[in-house]
């Protein structure tokens, strides 16, 4: 192709050489329609009723290719084209029976999603219940933290590990929050261990909704937040009086401090909070788990607690914490894991919330 700029190729012969010169099935594909994921090149189906321009790059050779009606030439948005351009009009070709027009495209970017769906535009409506949302967050925890600080005392005198108080506190606040703007359906509460009982939570994470609707469970569980977030008032003071475990994610000494901190907790009878992936998911599949969790769990024999959390990333996705979408909430508690060793409750534990994710999706 790199040798026969400006050329049109038919699709009986000529999309033949095209493919095979780089390896490709000279059938394209049944999907040619929709957007092909790949960052190679791909073989793109013009029909008859449409036009075809081509391009030379001056800097390296790369097929640039774009669709426009007969009779009119269009330039994509965020395509450069070279100076000198060749008009291909496919009734042109020899073979009269020819219907479409098979060529290959090196365009960047050009079958990725991105750049063929754009990112659909926010609604008012989102934004405005965002708004909401933050007044109805900010206002209660306001009021809320007021309870904190007169009973941390007290908590740090009789229940300084679990502190059960402010648990409550806490869930208050998360159900409060989330009550006038989306329901959660929550399955397998039989398999929560009571309070009393220590254990290491885990679970996907898709959003930044998943803190109120992990809280709403009512479970006095320590989670692992960023440093930074420790800085924010009125939030941060009552993770701090709530025993959030922090965590500086690039920093190892740090790393290696919080998992010493969350079996000291566990041996202390509290439990602890993982998201195992370390960050939430952009586009809501399941990452890769990392085995600090359950390495705290094979250490102190103490049991993982999978949960599976669907929905919050369509409501708040991550990156838009200003708006909030109309959806539901599904939450799966499943059975308890046990074992002694971090790899097989790490894989045993993916596997769960992943087959569950599936069946929900």
Known sequence: MSKSHGRCFSSRDSAMDVASARGVSSHPPPYYSKPICSSQSSLIRIPINKGCCFGRSSSNLITSLHAAPRGET??????????????????????????????????SGAATPESTYPEPEIKLSSRLRGICFCLVAGVSAIVLIVLMIIGHPFVLLFDRYRRKFHHFIAKLWASISIYPFYKTDIQGLENLPSSDTPCVYVSNHQSFLDIYTLLSLGQSYKFISKTGIFVIPVIGWAMS????????????RSQVDCLKRCMELV??????????????????RLGPFKKGAFTVAAKTGVPVVPITLMGTGKIMPTGSEGILNHGDVRVIIHKPIYGSKADVLCDEARNKIAESMNLLS
């Open 267 to 284: 041996k202390k009878g509290a439990s602890v909070f993982f998201f195992p992936e370390g960050t939430r998911s952009k586009d809501g």
């Open 74 to 107: 269009r330039r994509t948005s965020g395509v450069q084209w070279c100076n000198r351009s060749i008009r291909c009009d496919p009734f042109k070709v020899d073979d009269k029976n020819s219907r479409t027009v098979t060529v290959r495209s090196d365009l």
């Open 241 to 252: 009086m709530m025993g959030v475990v922090p965590l500086k994610r690039m920093d190892p």
